[in-house]
Every structure is written in structure tokens, then in C-alpha cells.
């Protein structure tokens, strides 16, 4: 069965340090890869997606960027945080053309101090 | 485009009662449909979906939806709520010629009273 993978899964980071968080997914193979954001009482943002290795489509411009450099792994990264950056940071996969919903890893709890 | 529309952004029932979760869409093609379920600090869960055929679709916990395209609706029902059912619901529709992206609702949390 899949099962996707995110760590860490809470992060305290100052303003202006930067930022990796990791995604992969396990028992499936190029899937659709995505990251969401959820800020306090707000609802799902689509940050990016990858069809494939090194395809990243940015939905939000922002100081945050994707990249995918393997078949199961996403990585979302920022140089410098902002305050505004806090939130609930989900990874998500969608598998096969068929499939279209989507399955969430566990999510990292980003705060910005 | 594509757009979703969650009533209410909490709704609290009673154990024991009926629970009804609103969701309307809008999609210009036949749309796929989901309901997630999101515990705190929890990723998000597929509930079920709705692609084609039977319009009244079953998930999981007890949760169904019904499927009805003259209303363009597709809420989300549970005859007895349960105080584990506390959490939040996501409505979410496919985007049109994206199958790589779904829309997603604004969620609505829901409270059970004991």
C-alpha cells in the first residue's frame, strides 16, 4: 500500500533563516506530488505540484520555491522566512490517470518567530 | 471556473443527531466530487468521492453523499453523530481540464455536543 512520508512534523524557525521540508511517498511511482498551505482559519492554498522530476508549476509567487529531484521525493524550501509563512504544510500525491483525488501525508506545523 | 462553496463554516449537532454538511459547486463539465476530513493537526482523509454512476455515494464512518446535478450540490450526511466525528470537512470538485488539481471549499468544522 502507499503511504507518504513528512518530516519534520513541527518546526519553530526565526524570521529570515531558511526553510527545507521533505515529502516522499512510498509504494507508488510517478505520482502526482503537491504542497498545500493552511494558515490559522484559512482554508487549503496550493503552493505547487510536480508531474515528474524537475517539473515544478508554482501556483502562488511567494518567497517559497519546490523541487523534486526524485521520482518520490518533493521538497519545499525558502531562503529567508517571513512571519507571514507560518502554517500547516500539507504534501499530498495523486496516483495513476484515473485517480483524481488526492492522498495526504501527516503535515509539519511551521512557526515563524 | 471551477468553484466550491461550503454553508457554513461551523455547524454543531447533538450526539445522536442527524449531521448534514452543505456543499455546492460549480463545473461547466460533469464533475468529480470529494469530501475530506481533517483531525487536528492531522493531514487530510478521503471521506468518498463521487466520479460517475450512482449518484448516492458511501464512505467511510458512516458518512454518505448524495450527488445531485440539477441542485449542483453534493452534501455530505451521517444519521448519528458521534462525538469522534468532531473535525473539520472539506468539499472539494476537479478542476476542468486539470485533472493534475483539485478546488477545494473553505472547510466547515464541525462540533458535536454532547
Known amino acids: 500500500s502507499q503511504t507518504i512520508h513528512q518530516w519534520p512534523a513541527t518546526l519553530v524557525q526565526p524570521v529570515g533563516s531558511p526553510l527545507s521540508l521533505e515529502c516522499t511517498v512510498e509504494?507508488?511511482?510517478?505520482?502526482?506530488l503537491y504542497w498545500y498551505r493552511q494558515a490559522a482559519g484559512r482554508g487549503l492554498q496550493l503552493l505547487f505540484y510536480?508531474?515528474?522530476?524537475?517539473?515544478i508549476s508554482s501556483e502562488v509567487p511567494q518567497n517559497l520555491s519546490a523541487s523534486r529531484p526524485q521520482d518520490r521525493q518533493f521538497i519545499l524550501s525558502s531562503k529567508k522566512l517571513l512571519l507571514s509563512d507560518s502554517g500547516f504544510y500539507l504534501c499530498?500525491?495523486?496516483?495513476?490517470?484515473?485517480?483524481?483525488?488526492?492522498?495526504f501525508g501527516p503535515g509539519t506545523r511551521l512557526t515563524v518567530t | 471556473a471551477q468553484s466550491v462553496t461550503q454553508l457554513g463554516s461551523h455547524v454543531s449537532v447533538s450526539e445522536g443527531a442527524l449531521v448534514l454538511l452543505r456543499c455546492n459547486y460549480s463545473?461547466?463539465?460533469?464533475?468529480?466530487l470529494f469530501w475530506y476530513v481533517q483531525y487536528p493537526n492531522q493531514g487530510l482523509q478521503l471521506l468518498l468521492k463521487?466520479?460517475?454512476?450512482?449518484?448516492l455515494v458511501k464512505g467511510i464512518n458512516g458518512f454518505e453523499a448524495e450527488f445531485k446535478k440539477s441542485e449542483t450540490s453534493f452534501h455530505l450526511t451521517k444519521p448519528s453523530a458521534h462525538m469522534s466525528d468532531a473535525a473539520e470537512y472539506f468539499c472539494?470538485?476537479?478542476?476542468?481540464?486539470?485533472?493534475?488539481?483539485?478546488?477545494f471549499g473553505k472547510g466547515t468544522r464541525l462540533h458535536i455536543l454532547p
Open positions: 499530498a500525491w495523486r496516483g495513476g490517470r484515473e485517480a483524481y483525488e488526492q492522498y
Open positions: 472539494a470538485v476537479r478542476a476542468m481540464n486539470r485533472d493534475d488539481k483539485i478546488i
Open positions: 510536480s508531474v515528474g522530476i524537475g517539473q
Open positions: 509504494g507508488t511511482s510517478n505520482p502526482n
Open positions: 463545473s461547466s463539465v460533469p464533475p468529480y
Open positions: 463521487y466520479t460517475t454512476g450512482a449518484t
